[in-house]
């Protein structure tokens, strides 16, 4: 059996941090395979409780974000409505683009409406749901 390491960066807002805990909850603190390929899931975010330590200004914060990004091989980011309005998760999205990571956008489960920036660039949208958000991160892996 194969062993495949998948670096995740999920994008959130530390306000909304709960969507990033179920999330790495799911992705890392499980052990998945697909067929005879073992699948181990590495977190490049920059969870509340490892914040970027070294960034002084918003142009180190970004550099820094970037630099997890462009480590990373797939983007997760919840589409609830607060994406909207986070510049960091614009900004991490713009990283997406510049490092041409592929980005899966995730509904939150009962939410009503969903943010369409996330939505017009996301490579694939999965509900809430653990299996999903794995299978589409499998699906979307480019090593």
Sequence with gaps: MS?????????HAWAHSGHYDTLAGWIFNENWSSGQASLDFRDFSVPKNDPIHNANNDLQLKKALFNQI??????????GMYTNYSKWIQKEIEGAAGYGKPILGVNPWGAQRTSRVVS???SKTVGWNKNSVVGAIWELYKP
Excluded: L
Excluded at 4 to 9: M, N, R, S, T
Excluded at 70 to 79: D, E
């Design 70 to 79: 462009s480590r990373s091989h797939i983007i997760v980011i919840p589409t």
């Design 120 to 122: 017009a660039v996301a």
């Design 3 to 11: 062993t495949k390491q998948i670096h995740v960066f999920i994008s």
